[in-house]
């Protein structure tokens, strides 16, 4: 579905990332897991066309997307959930869900997925006249999700959902990625809590330094060495 | 130089002021002494105009303010209360003062102020004036206001027209004068400083609030002087008259037409202006002068900001050449208007050559040359800068060979440099630190980690002063950092480095270090501090680099930058704020390898990574934040070993 | 003191501050939407004065009815400045610059054109400027319930676009998040045309107000900033039911003082409000944003 091909990554004439390759198949969940300023954020930036200093090829169902502008890269069916949330703080919580299916694809089906989104977080129904700044941390998480899934995503990207929340929120919020997952989304899902991520994936990429250093199962990721050691930057 | 440049100046002030006596020697009209004092009565304006909003980057709109009290000051001690002219100039320029200060003091000390807002605020000053000074009948009273003749002086340099011509050369001299001394002095540095990055200069021991005040007032005595002589050249004031929009609108063209980065640009863009208007006005076009200088304003601003000087220096034999041969051609030719006519065309055709198309990169050197100084700052001819290969073989990293291979020397513990007490701060409602107790002592190196939001760089900024924590206290060197604004904090001994490098961008690498030695610790002057400056470059490997703009270095050699600036100021502790974001490894390594001598050069170190193993192999102790707490704190082999640290940092399965 | 005076002072005030919220506000969605401070805005106000003046003598109609050519010119002319903004990518002060070079052209040329005398609707055309309303002993004039008429129905018709509408949905993800409101389809240089071009149909109409109701000279497009201002950053940038209640308290506040103090020191009062409100609240003081 998702194909990155030598994909080489700028801020100006800093480089982020070197020669990415990455696959995303149908209804599958990968991980990318891997430290602090590896560059994952600016992997996923990357793809949902947020930044566009690049080199390198994104092939999503076969069609380029690599140079497009961000908002005809959402029509190609990815769908971003972004590192800190980024919801947007002043407009309602159902303004925010209203705004995810601003594509004409999606705005079609505006009504059944916002009762699927409602379904998935009961909470996002009852705050829906809430600005969105005033929800707790968990709750922005969700609202950001639904947000991209009322984009009637077929790739969902999500950027270290984890981050800064309770365990429990956690959990909670992991299961409804497995939901979702069963509804035929893919997921590629970066994260610093490598166990979560792998937890719930059919397949990894280690990212260090700016390269993947390693691919594989959850299974063998954790059996490795290499995760621990540059994610810690210890040997063990 | 400064002094000889003033001489020069002066000298041709001198040469200029014989041009009144010997007008009838020569016999050209009255009309010429009329014209120049014109020219000097803007050049005093927008010289004046730019010490503040050219070298501070503060663009005031309340240019109207300072010379409309000035001419009042004046008009009124004469007509009312029968001063002499002389005696009312420092009450001109220091009436301009006051307001200037009121200004500043409000606007200045504004946490949200930015340039929109500066200029938005200066730009409503005259019309709160305005209606005062037209109400109060002790002053104006809605009936405009006589000035009368300062006959005294007129006689003695022998007619009215002498007499203007004089006092706005006099006064235009002074304004330059100023404006020279300024950008050859500290004042200047610490300008530019504002201007490129305000918080850096902050950061690193400039007192920014006070030059700004000092700018202000500056160009409110200046442009007081100058509304002085405004009211007995024109000898009638109305309050329309002086505090309008036209004023500010004049010195801005001119100043951002000139250029506002060199003490002279303003004057040529003066000089320009007076020059087209009054052909304009010869010809009968004089409804379209205004058209005319909204449309350069426009268009020079998004085409051209560097403005006419910087062209002129990059081009200055073909500008001075179609110049020459313009003016010439029509003196030859004779059948066209008089000597100004042709002067006036000479320099529009002089201005189009000089603004055609020049690449960036010159410009910018050429921008940064003029503020170098360049009899300081070496040949003319900047070599090119060898530029790294963007593509720099990736080095094997192996970090658990590396690992604590070269440990760092054994700290002798001195007395606590930073001591945190219970620290917080929250950003509205969110907890970026929730209660952080820290002592860092002389000569260690604390590695500051922890995953994601944990409040790392919250923290950098509170020791360093960026902002005031919410609760607790900061101590440096054992006193209390309460209230204490950020450049005594770096005369303390904290120096800091930015994540994203924040060179001072229009500066010589060299000057960029050498401006922080002239307001760190131990205040040098600009000649000493450029040369201390090669030894902190030395110390990073940027030697060969010092002649070069921060735009034309790559981002690792800015961060080494940012590094050499910091130390400049002979800081007790420097703050590394992950400065060694988006290097490749080999860079990584060669940046570690200057961490590293810089803290056995004796400085201590708080260094905020995420590298993991580069912070194993540099730290003497570790700190873990989490969620905006310290979660341990250690020795790095211990630390990186609890189970807590492991768990923040890979986090724990659902079923694990 | 009369307590009857200082009513009617208060109320006529207020009123009339509507005519100064309606140049405000399109001058406020700009700055606050699309981060550029159009000072041409105030030409586009003075320029659709004297569109009116022109048009309504020329034809002998009501002033009113020129809007129908006034407002889409306008649109047109806010759109194009726009245009320019976004093709040069400009910087939000020097938008300010820009604009301001703008500014000072066409009021030149509208003196160039009109002259710099005043000018006036013939009396016989404007059926607005003599009548007025009593309610008991307040007498509100026809022309200053027509301002404040218009800014509330544009305020509050704006509010609810911005509010309910997709478009306004929109605008408002943008101001907040750009890049985030991009990577969900939203093509922001449609709409930021859009936006501007509306802000300039507001002009147009404030403008054909403000010659209902005033002798037109150019100096006034100068003349207007500094309460216009005023206007903007106490009624918070963006926000446009501030910006309405922020014109009848402002214009209040100077008629008041104005009566009970002095004429000279109203600019002085409403100048010290902006700064308390940049020192105590920057987001304006009805912003719904928490400080």
Same mark, same amino acid.
């Given at each position: 579905?998702?194909?990155?091909?030598?994909?080489?990554?700028?801020?100006?004439?800093?480089?982020?990332?070197?020669?990415?390759?990455?696959?995303?198949?149908?209804?599958?969940?990968?991980?990318?897991?891997?430290?602090?300023?590896?560059?994952?954020?600016?992997?996923?930036?990357?793809?949902?066309?947020?930044?566009?200093?690049?080199?390198?090829?994104?092939?999503?169902?076969?069609?380029?997307?690599?140079?497009?502008?961000?908002?005809?890269?959402?029509?190609?069916?990815?769908?971003?959930?972004?590192?800190?949330?980024?919801?947007?703080?002043?407009?309602?919580?159902?303004?925010?869900?209203?705004?995810?299916?601003?594509?004409?694809?999606?705005?079609?089906?505006?009504?059944?997925?916002?009762?699927?989104?409602?379904?998935?977080?009961?909470?996002?129904?009852?705050?829906?006249?809430?600005?969105?700044?005033?929800?707790?941390?968990?709750?922005?998480?969700?609202?950001?999700?639904?947000?991209?899934?009322?984009?009637?995503?077929?790739?969902?990207?999500?950027?270290?959902?984890?981050?800064?929340?309770?365990?429990?929120?956690?959990?909670?919020?992991?299961?409804?990625?497995?939901?979702?997952?069963?509804?035929?989304?893919?997921?590629?899902?970066?994260?610093?809590?490598?166990?979560?991520?792998?937890?719930?994936?059919?397949?990894?990429?280690?990212?260090?330094?700016?390269?993947?250093?390693?691919?594989?199962?959850?299974?063998?990721?954790?059996?490795?060495?290499?995760?621990?050691?540059?994610?810690?930057?210890?040997?063990? | 130089?400064?002094?000889?440049?003033?001489?020069?100046?002066?000298?041709?002030?001198?040469?200029?002021?014989?041009?009144?006596?010997?007008?009838?020697?020569?016999?050209?009209?009255?009309?010429?002494?009329?014209?120049?004092?014109?020219?000097?009565?803007?050049?005093?304006?927008?010289?004046?105009?730019?010490?503040?909003?050219?070298?501070?980057?503060?663009?005031?709109?309340?240019?109207?303010?300072?010379?409309?009290?000035?001419?009042?000051?004046?008009?009124?001690?004469?007509?009312?209360?029968?001063?002499?002219?002389?005696?009312?100039?420092?009450?001109?320029?220091?009436?301009?003062?006051?307001?200037?200060?009121?200004?500043?003091?409000?606007?200045?000390?504004?946490?949200?102020?930015?340039?929109?807002?500066?200029?938005?605020?200066?730009?409503?000053?005259?019309?709160?004036?305005?209606?005062?000074?037209?109400?109060?009948?002790?002053?104006?009273?809605?009936?405009?206001?006589?000035?009368?003749?300062?006959?005294?002086?007129?006689?003695?340099?022998?007619?009215?027209?002498?007499?203007?011509?004089?006092?706005?050369?006099?006064?235009?001299?002074?304004?330059?004068?100023?404006?020279?001394?300024?950008?050859?002095?500290?004042?200047?540095?610490?300008?530019?400083?504002?201007?490129?990055?305000?918080?850096?200069?902050?950061?690193?021991?400039?007192?920014?609030?006070?030059?700004?005040?000092?700018?202000?007032?500056?160009?409110?005595?200046?442009?007081?002087?100058?509304?002085?002589?405004?009211?007995?050249?024109?000898?009638?004031?109305?309050?329309?008259?002086?505090?309008?929009?036209?004023?500010?609108?004049?010195?801005?063209?001119?100043?951002?037409?000139?250029?506002?980065?060199?003490?002279?640009?303003?004057?040529?863009?003066?000089?320009?202006?007076?020059?087209?208007?009054?052909?304009?006005?010869?010809?009968?076009?004089?409804?379209?002068?205004?058209?005319?200088?909204?449309?350069?304003?426009?268009?020079?601003?998004?085409?051209?900001?560097?403005?006419?000087?910087?062209?002129?220096?990059?081009?200055?034999?073909?500008?001075?050449?179609?110049?020459?041969?313009?003016?010439?051609?029509?003196?030859?030719?004779?059948?066209?208007?008089?000597?100004?006519?042709?002067?006036?065309?000479?320099?529009?055709?002089?201005?189009?050559?000089?603004?055609?198309?020049?690449?960036?990169?010159?410009?910018?050197?050429?921008?940064?040359?003029?503020?170098?100084?360049?009899?300081?700052?070496?040949?003319?001819?900047?070599?090119?800068?060898?530029?790294?290969?963007?593509?720099?073989?990736?080095?094997?990293?192996?970090?658990?060979?590396?690992?604590?291979?070269?440990?760092?020397?054994?700290?002798?513990?001195?007395?606590?440099?930073?001591?945190?007490?219970?620290?917080?701060?929250?950003?509205?409602?969110?907890?970026?630190?929730?209660?952080?107790?820290?002592?860092?002592?002389?000569?260690?190196?604390?590695?500051?980690?922890?995953?994601?939001?944990?409040?790392?760089?919250?923290?950098?900024?509170?020791?360093?002063?960026?902002?005031?924590?919410?609760?607790?206290?900061?101590?440096?060197?054992?006193?209390?950092?309460?209230?204490?604004?950020?450049?005594?904090?770096?005369?303390?001994?904290?120096?800091?480095?930015?994540?994203?490098?924040?060179?001072?961008?229009?500066?010589?690498?060299?000057?960029?270090?050498?401006?922080?030695?002239?307001?760190?610790?131990?205040?040098?002057?600009?000649?000493?501090?450029?040369?201390?400056?090669?030894?902190?470059?030395?110390?990073?490997?940027?030697?060969?680099?010092?002649?070069?703009?921060?735009?034309?270095?790559?981002?690792?050699?800015?961060?080494?930058?940012?590094?050499?600036?910091?130390?400049?100021?002979?800081?007790?502790?420097?703050?590394?704020?992950?400065?060694?974001?988006?290097?490749?490894?080999?860079?990584?390594?060669?940046?570690?390898?200057?961490?590293?001598?810089?803290?056995?050069?004796?400085?201590?170190?708080?260094?905020?990574?995420?590298?993991?193993?580069?912070?194993?192999?540099?730290?003497?102790?570790?700190?873990?934040?989490?969620?905006?707490?310290?979660?341990?704190?250690?020795?790095?082999?211990?630390?990186?070993?609890?189970?807590?640290?492991?768990?923040?940092?890979?986090?724990?399965?659902?079923?694990? | 003191?009369?307590?009857?005076?200082?009513?009617?002072?208060?109320?006529?005030?207020?009123?009339?501050?509507?005519?100064?919220?309606?140049?405000?506000?399109?001058?406020?969605?700009?700055?606050?939407? $699309? /981060?550029?401070?159009? &000072?041409?805005?105030?030409?586009?106000? *003075? +320029? @659709?004065?004297?569109? =009116?003046?022109?048009? #309504?003598?020329?034809?002998?109609?009501?002033?009113?009815?020129?809007?129908?050519?006034?407002?889409?010119?306008?649109?047109?002319?806010?759109?194009?400045?726009?245009?320019?903004?976004?093709?040069?990518?400009?910087?939000?002060?020097?938008?300010?610059?820009?604009?301001?070079?703008?500014?000072?052209?066409?009021?030149?040329?509208?003196?160039?054109?009109?002259?710099?005398?005043?000018?006036?609707?013939?009396?016989?055309?404007?059926?607005?400027?003599?009548?007025? $309303? /009593?309610?008991?002993? &307040?007498?509100?004039?026809?022309?200053? *319930? +027509? @301002?404040?008429?218009? =800014?509330?129905?544009? #305020?509050?018709?704006?509010?609810?676009?911005?509010?309910?509408?997709?478009?306004?949905?929109?605008?408002?993800?943008?101001?907040?998040?750009?890049?985030?409101?991009?990577?969900?389809?939203?093509?922001?240089?449609?709409?930021?045309?859009?936006?501007?071009?509306?802000?300039?149909?507001?002009?147009?109409?404030?403008?054909?107000?403000?010659?209902?109701?005033?002798?037109?000279?150019?100096?006034?497009?100068?003349?207007?900033?500094?309460?216009?201002?005023?206007?903007?950053?106490?009624?918070?940038?963006?926000?446009?039911?501030?910006? *309405?209640?922020?014109?009848?308290?402002?214009?209040?506040?100077?008629?008041?003082?104005?009566?009970?103090?002095?004429?000279?020191?109203?600019?002085?009062?409403?100048?010290?409000?902006?700064?308390?409100?940049?020192?105590?609240?920057?987001?304006?003081?009805?912003?719904?944003?928490?400080?």
């Amino acid at each position: 579905m998702l194909e990155v091909r030598a994909l080489d990554v700028f801020y100006g004439d800093a480089r982020a990332l070197w020669g990415v390759e990455l696959e995303v198949g149908e209804t599958e969940i990968v991980s990318i897991v891997g430290p602090n300023g590896a560059g994952k954020s600016t992997l996923v930036n990357t793809l949902a066309g947020l930044h566009r200093d690049l080199r390198g090829q994104v092939l999503m169902r076969g069609s380029d997307i690599t140079r497009l502008a961000s908002h005809r890269v959402c029509r190609h069916g990815l769908a971003i959930v972004p590192e800190g949330r980024r919801i947007f703080p002043a407009m309602s919580v159902r303004d925010n869900l209203d705004l995810g299916a601003y594509r004409p694809e999606a705005r079609a089906e505006h009504d059944d997925t916002l009762a699927w989104v409602h379904e998935l977080f009961p909470r996002l129904r009852d705050r829906a006249g809430q600005a969105a700044g005033t929800l707790s941390g968990g709750e922005q998480q969700m609202l950001a999700i639904g947000r991209a899934l009322m984009a009637r995503p077929e790739l969902l990207l999500l950027d270290e959902p984890s981050l800064g929340l309770a365990p429990v929120i956690v959990d909670e919020v992991f299961e409804v990625l497995q939901t979702v997952n069963a509804r035929g989304v893919s997921i590629l899902l970066v994260e610093q809590n490598v166990h979560r991520a792998l937890d719930i994936s059919q397949r990894a990429y280690l990212l260090a330094e700016g390269r993947i250093a390693m691919q594989g199962t959850p299974a063998e990721l954790l059996a490795s060495d290499e995760v621990r050691r540059s994610v810690l930057g210890v040997a063990t | 130089m400064a002094r000889r440049g003033l001489a020069l100046l002066l000298l041709a002030a001198a040469v200029l002021a014989a041009a009144a006596p010997l007008r009838e020697v020569f016999g050209f009209p009255t009309f010429y002494l009329i014209f120049m004092a014109t020219v000097f009565f803007w050049v005093a304006q927008s010289t004046s105009w730019n010490i503040l909003s050219g070298y501070s980057g503060y663009f005031s709109f309340g240019q109207g303010a300072f010379f409309g009290v000035g001419a009042y000051a004046t008009a009124v001690l004469m007509s009312r209360h029968d001063f002499d002219f002389i005696a009312t100039l420092p009450v001109a320029g220091l009436v301009a003062v006051l307001i200037a200060l009121a200004i500043g003091a409000v606007a200045f000390r504004l946490r949200s102020l930015r340039g929109e807002i500066f200029a938005l605020l200066t730009l409503a000053v005259p019309f709160i004036i305005a209606p005062f000074v037209r109400v109060t009948p002790a002053l104006d009273g809605g009936q405009g206001l006589r000035v009368p003749v300062p006959r005294q002086y007129v006689d003695l340099v022998g007619g009215f027209p002498e007499f203007i011509f004089l006092a706005s050369l006099a006064i235009a001299t002074l304004a330059v004068a100023i404006a020279y001394t300024a950008q050859h002095s500290r004042m200047g540095w610490a300008l530019f400083a504002i201007r490129d990055a305000e918080n850096v200069a902050e950061g690193l021991g400039v007192p920014t609030f006070r030059y700004k005040m000092l700018a202000i007032s500056l160009n409110g005595f200046i442009a007081g002087l100058a509304g002085a002589v405004f009211a007995v050249q024109v000898g009638f004031l109305t309050v329309e008259g002086v505090f309008n929009l036209t004023v500010p609108l004049f010195v801005i063209v001119m100043s951002v037409l000139g250029g506002r980065s060199h003490w002279l640009g303003p004057a040529l863009g003066a000089l320009v202006i007076v020059s087209m208007r009054d052909r304009l006005a010869a010809s009968g076009f004089e409804g379209w002068s205004l058209v005319i200088l909204g449309l350069v304003l426009a268009t020079l601003v998004l085409l051209a900001p560097e403005g006419l000087m910087a062209r002129l220096l990059i081009r200055p034999r073909a500008a001075s050449l179609v110049f020459a041969a313009v003016f010439l051609a029509l003196a030859a030719y004779g059948g066209w208007g008089a000597p100004l006519d042709w002067l006036a065309v000479a320099m529009a055709a002089a201005a189009v050559v000089a603004f055609l198309p020049v690449s960036r990169r010159r410009l910018r050197q050429q921008e940064a040359r003029l503020l170098a100084d360049e009899a300081i700052a070496g040949p003319a001819e900047v070599q090119p800068v060898e530029t790294e290969p963007a593509e720099v073989q990736p080095v094997e990293v192996q970090p658990a060979a590396n690992l604590l291979a070269q440990p760092a020397p054994a700290p002798e513990l001195g007395q606590p440099v930073i001591e945190c007490l219970d620290v917080a701060r929250s950003f509205g409602g969110v907890h970026a630190l929730r209660g952080v107790s820290l002592t860092v002592r002389e000569g260690e190196l604390v590695g500051l980690v922890g995953p994601n939001g944990s409040g790392k760089t919250t923290l950098v900024n509170l020791i360093s002063g960026a902002f005031a924590p919410t609760g607790g206290e900061i101590r440096i060197l054992g006193r209390s950092t309460r209230a204490m604004p950020q450049h005594r904090m770096a005369h303390l001994g904290v120096a800091r480095t930015y994540q994203i490098p924040r060179p001072f961008e229009s500066m010589s690498v060299r000057d960029n270090v050498a401006v922080a030695i002239m307001f760190g610790r131990q205040p040098r002057s600009l000649a000493e501090a450029r040369r201390l400056a090669a030894e902190h470059l030395e110390l990073v490997g940027l030697s060969r680099l010092a002649g070069a703009r921060p735009s034309e270095i790559n981002l690792h050699e800015r961060q080494l930058l940012e590094m050499a600036r910091a130390l400049a100021g002979r800081p007790r502790v420097l703050l590394l704020d992950e400065a060694l974001a988006g290097l490749n490894p080999a860079e990584i390594d060669n940046a570690t390898q200057v961490v590293r001598r810089i803290h056995q050069s004796g400085v201590t170190i708080v260094l905020v990574e995420h590298l993991l193993r580069v912070v194993n192999q540099l730290a003497t102790r570790i700190v873990v934040l989490d969620q905006g707490l310290a979660l341990a704190d250690g020795a790095p082999q211990a630390v990186m070993s609890d189970p807590a640290v492991i768990q923040a940092y890979l986090g724990k399965g659902a079923h694990a | 003191m009369n307590l009857q005076l200082l009513l009617q002072v208060a109320v006529s005030g207020a009123l009339a501050g509507g005519l100064f919220a309606l140049m405000a506000m399109g001058l406020s969605l700009t700055w606050g939407m $699309l /981060r550029v401070i159009n &000072l041409a805005h105030f030409v586009m106000i *003075l +320029l @659709g004065a004297y569109l =009116a003046y022109e048009l #309504s003598t020329a034809a002998s109609i009501d002033p009113l009815l020129t809007l129908i050519v006034t407002v889409p010119v306008m649109f047109g002319a806010g759109a194009a400045i726009q245009w320019l903004f976004q093709a040069s990518r400009i910087s939000e002060f020097n938008s300010l610059l820009v604009s301001f070079g703008i500014l000072i052209v066409v009021v030149q040329l509208i003196t160039n054109y009109w002259t710099a005398d005043f000018r006036q609707l013939e009396a016989n055309l404007n059926p607005y400027v003599r009548q007025s $309303l /009593r309610l008991g002993e &307040l007498v509100l004039p026809l022309h200053h *319930l +027509l @301002g404040f008429g218009f =800014a509330t129905g544009i #305020s509050v018709g704006g509010y609810l676009i911005l509010e309910r509408t997709v478009i306004g949905r929109a605008l408002r993800a943008f101001a907040q998040d750009p890049a985030i409101a991009a990577a969900f389809g939203i093509d922001h240089n449609r709409l930021a045309l859009l936006l501007a071009g509306a802000a300039g149909g507001t002009a147009a109409v404030a403008g054909t107000l403000w010659a209902i109701g005033n002798p037109l000279t150019p100096a006034q497009g100068f003349e207007w900033i500094g309460v216009v201002f005023a206007i903007v950053i106490i009624g918070g940038i963006g926000n446009v039911l501030g910006t *309405l209640v922020a014109g009848a308290l402002v214009l209040a506040l100077y008629s008041v003082v104005s009566l009970v103090w002095s004429p000279s020191v109203a600019p002085l009062v409403v100048f010290s409000a902006i700064v308390v409100t940049l020192v105590l609240r920057p987001q304006g003081l009805f912003s719904r944003r928490g400080s």
